[in-house]
């Protein structure tokens, strides 16, 4: 079973990601506009998110824009504001859990073995926590390569990674590797080494055996 140091080691690498992920959902700098060609416009900067469009001037002046209607988006841009969601929500689910089993809390009562398994359901829901968010990242990554390799798009309406993707991914990461080491709490080991095969002991000869 997993000691209350490696628990609490993997809640702490689980939360910071986490919060990497709640960042990347709210930063509107998934794609930022490209400057691949000699006809760029440099004066202006070009930042797309999950909720809203930004254009930042040379001045220094920044103008956001939040998208009218949601079934009007793009099908990939839709697909990864409720993967990123989800992941919020089951990443804050499994805190909660994790927090009941952790061997360094109160609750959950007093059992080892169910406190462990509460512990190993919490990563275990950090794992799909993390994984959600993956694919969310890895999708629009995918997005963002295949538009710009268009040969058919304007060389002016490309758009590169933004800062927000990365730390999604490393948010990810985090959450998964998180969820891993909370999922060492498996009490199986610890039922496996406290029990014993009962003893055998040798039958006694019977009488005509010393005839």
């Given at each position: 079973m997993a000691n209350s140091g490696l628990q609490l080691l993997g809640f702490s690498m689980a939360l910071i990601g986490w919060v990497g992920l709640l960042a990347s959902t709210a930063i509107p700098k998934w794609?930022?506009?490209?400057?691949?060609?000699?006809?760029?416009?440099?004066?202006?900067?070009?930042?797309?998110?999950?909720?809203?469009?930004?254009?930042?001037?040379?001045?220094?002046?920044?103008?956001?824009?939040?998208?009218?209607?949601?079934?009007?988006?793009?099908?990939?841009?839709?697909?990864?504001?409720?993967?990123?969601?989800?992941?919020?929500?089951?990443?804050?689910?499994?805190?909660?859990?994790?927090?009941?089993?952790?061997?360094?809390?109160?609750?959950?009562?007093?059992?080892?073995?169910?406190?462990?398994?509460?512990?190993?359901?919490?990563?275990?829901?950090f794992i799909v926590a993390g994984l959600a968010a993956l694919t969310a990242c890895s999708w629009c990554g995918h997005q963002i390569v295949t538009d710009f390799y268009n040969p058919l798009g304007a060389m002016n309406s490309k758009f590169e990674f933004g800062p927000a993707i990365f730390i999604g991914w490393a948010g990810s990461a985090l959450v998964i590797l998180g969820g891993a080491l909370l999922s060492c709490s498996c009490p199986g080991s610890e039922n496996k080494a406290g029990y014993r095969a009962p003893r055998s002991y040798p039958k006694p000869n019977s009488a005509k055996e010393y005839v």
């Open positions: 794609q930022m506009s490209s400057y691949a060609g000699d006809n760029i416009i440099t004066s202006q900067a070009i930042y797309k998110g999950l909720w809203m469009e930004c254009v930042t001037q040379s001045t220094g002046l920044i103008s956001c824009k939040i998208y009218d209607s949601v079934l009007a988006l793009p099908v990939p841009l839709q697909a990864t504001r409720a993967l990123m969601v989800v992941s919020l929500v089951l990443g804050c689910m499994a805190m909660i859990v994790a927090t009941m089993g952790m061997k360094c809390t109160n609750c959950g009562g007093d059992n080892k073995t169910k406190k462990a398994r509460i512990a190993m359901t919490g990563g275990i829901i």
